[in-house]
């Protein structure tokens, strides 16, 4: 993917300017594949209070910065006026009063990865590697923008991060928040770069703990049954006595 992914960078910023939650996500797998996604929700009170602050249509204002009118012709056309891999996937949703637009760019190994992210202009890879042992050494810069407060156009609540889902457990990271094996960065838009840091190795794998378990299990039943059998022996000898 050698091209810049220009459009869907420009609706990017124009959403990240407005929206109330925009969430980057990596899953990387032990094999090193995985999915980049991109989360970007905006509510029909956040869009009022847009407008309000711009004293502008909000759909004026999305004509102007992606020639498109609509929140659902914009986030759909980036598949078509994007230079997106193969196997990439744009959705839609408008769900009580929320509008969704999730994009997801899956990835073959860490160096398409870095690919992307270069590509969108979100971060530079300083360590992106698994090493044979299946331990991962993920460091990457975020280049944000430094937007002004997004108090200033009437947004209160306004979510934005950065999220890894690391194969195995992270044993050394620099995240704000984790939930089971993937990490969260609570990002302010006011920032200019932020260094996003994880180690994880591999997590004993549920096949190990079915052995485990069925084997004990096994073993008690021996165990149960040996004890049993000695018993009704002892008891046999015990009546022909």
């Known amino acids: 993917m050698k091209s810049k992914l220009l459009f ?11 929206a109330c939650t925009v969430k980057f996500t990596t899953v990387i797998n032990s094999d090193e594949s995985g999915e ?8 029909e009170d956040d ?3 847009i407008e309000d602050e711009m004293n502008q249509d909000f759909e004026d204002f999305l004509d102007d910065e992606t020639n498109e009118n609509d929140l659902q012709d914009a986030c759909e056309s980036v598949e078509d006026e994007s230079d997106l891999p193969r196997g990439a996937t744009v959705k839609y949703s408008d769900r009580s009063g929320t509008f969704t637009c999730e994009i997801t760019i899956p990835f073959d ?8 992210y270069a590509d969108m202009g979100l971060a530079s890879v300083n360590r992106l590697r698994i090493n044979s042992d299946g ?30 889902e690391v194969p195995g457990k992270a044993v050394n990271d620099n995240s ?23 180690e994880s190795e591999p997590g004993t794998s549920i096949w190990l703990w ?14 149960l049954g040996g004890g049993g059998a000695a018993y009704y022996f002892t008891q046999k000898k015990k009546q022909e006595a």
């Open 109 to 116: 190994d860490l160096d398409e990865l870095e690919e992307i």
């Open 36 to 43: 980049f996604k991109i989360l970007l929700s905006l509510s």
């Open 176 to 198: 704000d928040d984790s939930s089971g094996n993937t990490l969260t960065w609570d990002l302010d838009p006011r920032d200019d770069n932020v260094s996003v840091e994880v």
């Open 8 to 18: 869907l960078s420009l609706l990017l910023t124009t959403l990240l300017f407005s």
């Open 135 to 164: 331990e991962l050494d993920y460091e990457v810069d975020l280049l944000l923008y430094g937007m002004d407060d997004p108090d200033d156009i009437g947004i209160d609540d306004f979510d934005f991060s950065w999220n890894v």
């Open 210 to 223: 079915v052995a485990i378990i069925g084997g004990l299990c096994f073993f008690g039943l021996l165990v």
């Open 47 to 49: 869009i009022d209070a």
